[in-house]
Nanobody, 121 residues
Framework: VQLQASGGGLVQAGGSLRLSCAAS????????VAWFRRAPGLEREFVAT????????YYADSVKDRFTIFRDNDKSAVYLQMNSLKPEDSAVYLC???????????????WGQGTQVTVSS
């Protein structure tokens, strides 16, 4: 499945952004989808994941209660609503598809190009 992330930008601390991950190719609804992020000089960090039917979600502790992941299988899209953003949330955000909603990089075979999120203090 091919993935394309969008929706990033520059926002002040405390603000909100909604990222989108649009999919094409094989049946999107068969896949769990996750968001990861990569800050300069650091490894990819798990952010959130959602099961193929949207019934199960997991979040990194650092974003819990601030970020929400949800999907619309009819539109072949997954979204990440980010509220109360902090400067430490600044990173390139990537979406990825895999068979199970597991918070590990290795669980996801298909990756999209990222979208930059910058949070100013």
């Amino acid at each position: 499945v091919q993935l394309q992330a969008s929706g990033g930008g520059l926002v002040q601390a405390g603000g909100s952004l909604r990222l989108s991950c649009a999919a094409s190719g094989r049946a999107f609804r068969r896949y769990a989808v996750a968001w990861f992020r990569r800050a300069p000089g650091l490894e990819r960090e798990f952010v959130a994941t959602i099961s193929k039917n949207g019934g199960t979600t997991y979040y990194a502790d650092s974003v819990k209660d601030r970020f929400t992941i949800f999907r619309d299988n009819d539109k072949s899209a997954v979204y990440l609503q980010m509220n109360s953003l902090k400067p430490e949330d600044s990173a390139v955000y990537l979406c990825a598809a895999g068979l199970s909603p597991i918070p590990l990089v290795g669980a996801y075979a298909d990756w999209g190009q990222g979208t930059q999120v910058t949070v100013s203090s």
